[in-house]
Nanobody, 117 residues
């Protein structure tokens, strides 16, 4: 049974930083691509960052240069370091896993990030 458990969300002022963590179990972690998505009520879920099993990363322009995804295969954990946060980064952040970044089969429950202006 696959489990993805996110942590590290919270309330932060604009310009601040947060680091999200996602602990995975029930999968062969190093063989999985991992990704972070975010969603605001009433809007579609959007990609924030992804990383392949080999360590190739991908970011949309809206977070490029501010967010960094990384993984620790020994700990079965993926991280999202978020710097220079903006109010528009406020969302629920979800961790996902799958064979490729475009084919994600498991999702966590999400962690809320709120950035105040």
């Amino acid at each position: 049974q696959v489990q993805l458990v996110e942590s590290g969300g919270g309330l932060v002022q604009a310009g601040g930083s947060l680091r999200l963590s996602c602990a995975a179990s029930g999968i062969i972690f190093e063989r999985n691509a991992m990704a972070w998505y975010r969603q605001v009520p009433g809007k579609q879920r959007e990609l924030v960052a992804s990383i392949t099993g080999g360590g190739t990363t991908n970011y949309p322009d809206v977070v490029k240069g501010r967010f960094t995804i990384s993984r620790d295969n020994a700990k079965n954990t993926v991280y999202l370091q978020m710097n220079s946060l903006k109010p528009e980064d406020t969302a629920k952040y979800y961790c996902a896993a799958g064979p490729t970044p475009r084919y994600l089969t498991s999702w966590g429950q999400g962690t809320q990030v709120t950035v105040s202006s």
